[in-house]
């Protein structure tokens, strides 16, 4: 099955422990992103990805970290997390080629820092 | 820089009954794309229909429709014969070439259906 999987879809930590949320695509897709969402902010890009060994910041990148170093995973780090990224995070990837190529996405991680 | 925004933060609809959904955006460009998402309670987000800048006929997919008006700059989203399961939150996005290929997406709209 085609499918977008983030992991752990659910965490919890405080404040200045590192973490780590995995993506993995299985569709080939070359471009991939991060997603915060907020309630009444709607969602808003933190990085995101052309393809391998390409990253760029997105609209809200400050604390977190990417990479790409394969072409179907694009880890999303947090160094040392504060309470207000607090949030649900989305990965998504589609094919790079085409403007009406839709984004898939991930279920989603809720994280909580405390 | 673009912009989206759904000015309706709630909305009720009777169940079978057809409710419409608003979406503006502003941007420079003139090739672009608009893209409506849904996301029930349990959080996923699921594409629901495309709207290109240069097409001529608005998109369709099933019971959604895309109510594009190109001059005001407005991509509402139509959907017929509501059911209990079309409860969720719905979000418009656009996507330009001038601004990197990023998804720009509105604040959202909480549709709740009534039976």
């Known amino acids: 099955e085609a499918q977008v999987t983030q992991n752990p879809r659910y965490l919890i930590t405080v404040t200045g422990k590192k973490l780590t949320v995995t993506c993995s695509q299985n569709?080939?897709?070359?471009?991939m992103s991060w997603y915060r969402q907020d309630p009444g902010l709607g969602l808003r890009q933190i990085y995101y990805?052309?393809?391998?060994?390409?990253?760029d910041k997105g609209d809200v990148p400050e604390g977190y970290k990417v990479s790409r170093k394969e072409k179907r995973n694009f880890p999303l780090i947090l160094e040392s997390p504060s309470p207000n990224q607090t949030s649900l995070y989305f990965c998504?990837?589609?094919?790079?080629?085409?403007?009406?190529?839709?984004?898939?996405f991930g279920n989603g991680t809720r994280l909580t820092v405390t | 820089a673009q912009k989206i925004t759904q000015t309706q933060p709630g909305m009720f609809v009777q169940e079978k009954e057809a409710v419409t959904l608003d979406c503006t955006y502003d941007?420079?460009?003139?090739?672009?794309?608009l893209f409506w998402y849904k996301q029930p309670s349990s959080g996923e987000m699921i594409f629901l229909i495309y709207?290109?800048?240069?097409?001529?006929q608005n998109a369709t997919e099933g019971r959604y429709s895309l109510n594009f008006q190109k001059a005001r700059k407005s991509a509402n989203l139509v959907i017929s014969a509501s059911q209990l399961g079309d409860s969720a939150m719905y979000f418009c996005?656009?996507?330009?070439?001038?601004?990197?290929?990023?998804?720009?997406f509105g604040g959202g709209t909480r549709l709740m259906v009534k039976p």
């Open positions: 998504a990837s589609r094919i790079s080629q085409g403007p009406n190529s839709p984004l898939h």
């Open positions: 569709m080939n897709h070359e471009y």
């Open positions: 990805s052309m393809n391998v060994e390409v990253t």
């Open positions: 941007t420079s460009d003139q090739s672009y794309g």
């Open positions: 709207q290109g800048s240069y097409d001529e």
């Open positions: 996005a656009m996507r330009s070439n001038n601004a990197g290929n990023m998804l720009t």
